[in-house]
């Protein structure tokens, strides 16, 4: 699935949600990602909030990027990965301004694909692009629908290839969706939608 012409350099921030499989999806994706990415990124992965998490650790041995647990009122910048921690919610605010909170679970869970997706749709509008991978439940899905409503663009994982089918699935269901790939694909087709050739 290739896309229709896409506009070099338009992008400004990438969104990524997983759950269930979701630290070998995102190790994965990373180790594939340019470590020179112009854009920043920021992930939701579903962590338990009992225990101190290394994820940070553990997907920093994959890339050459900068990998961190996201901290409040910090502001993003571009070959970063912001990881939200756990039993918060991260939301980012127009300018690049993060905000971590500890309002009402969503969905059961917390930190919430849904409210980073829709803090990225209404900061960044047509910039911004959301991408959904392994995991249970529907986390996500109501995001993907804002992200698209704002003209972002949505990039969700293949359910036929992923780990746990739940949260691309019910992405893709939502309806319209970008891109439709198996997780050795959505690095390149994020490469190339931010074209990290441009600066």
Do not use: W
């Amino acid at each position: 699935m290739q896309p229709t012409e896409p506009t070099p350099g338009r992008f400004e921030v990438v969104a990524v949600a997983s759950s269930a499989g979701g630290i070998h999806a995102l190790g994965a994706l990373l180790g594939a990602l340019d470590a020179e990415l112009p854009v920043p990124l920021l992930i939701v992965q579903h962590l338990d909030p009992h225990h101190r998490t290394v994820i940070a650790e553990v997907l920093a041995r994959r890339t050459e990027m900068n990998v961190k647990l996201a901290e409040d009122h910090e502001r993003i910048v571009s070959g970063t990965v912001y990881i939200a921690p756990p039993d918060r919610h991260l939301l980012v605010r127009p300018g690049g301004l993060l905000d971590l909170t500890d309002s009402e679970r969503v969905h059961f869970v917390r930190p919430s694909a849904d409210l980073l997706f829709e803090s990225v749709a209404a900061a960044y509008g047509p910039q911004a692009i959301a991408c959904v991978l392994t995991g249970t439940g529907r986390d996500g899905a109501q995001g993907v629908d804002a992200v698209k409503s704002r003209g972002g663009t949505v990039i969700v994982q293949d359910p036929a290839t992923s780990e746990f089918s739940g949260m691309p699935e019910a992405a893709v269901g939502t309806g319209p969706v970008d891109f439709v790939l198996p997780l050795e694909e959505i690095a390149a087709m994020i490469g190339e939608l931010v074209d990290t050739k441009r600066q």
